[in-house]
Nanobody, 121 residues
Framework: VQLQASGGGLVQAGGSLRLSCAAS????????MGWFRQAPGKEREFVAA????????YYADSVKGRFTISRDNAKNTVYLQMNSLKPEDTAVYCC???????????????WGQGTLVTVSS
């Protein structure tokens, strides 16, 4: 599976962005998908995950209520809708695919390149 993330950019605090992660391969629908982020000088951090069927999703406490993960298996794409953005959300966001529905990065086998989100105050 190859993953391509897009949708990052510069936004003011309180604004919104929607990230997309397009996947190649016919087995996309069998994978759980996750979003992770890494801010400068900080460790990679779990953001959100969604099961293969979209029946389950899970969020980091820091984004709960503001971010929504979704997927469209017909389009081989997973999304991350980010609302009420804060300066501390500034990071490179990466999508990942794995056979395990997990909040741990080690549970994911495939990674896309990151897309930079910058939130100005």
């Amino acid at each position: 599976v190859q993953l391509q993330a897009s949708g990052g950019g510069l936004v003011q605090a309180g604004g919104s962005l929607r990230l997309s992660c397009a996947a190649s391969g016919r087995t996309f629908s069998s994978y759980s998908m996750g979003w992770f982020r890494q801010a400068p000088g900080k460790e990679r951090e779990f953001v959100a995950a969604i099961s293969w069927s979209a029946g389950s999703s899970y969020y980091a406490d820091s984004v709960k209520g503001r971010f929504t993960i979704s997927r469209d298996n017909a389009k081989n794409t997973v999304y991350l809708q980010m609302n009420s953005l804060k300066p501390e959300d500034t990071a490179v966001y990466c999508c990942a695919a794995g056979s395990i529905y997990s909040t741990n990065w080690s549970g994911y086998s495939y990674w896309g390149q990151g897309t930079l989100v910058t939130v100005s105050s």
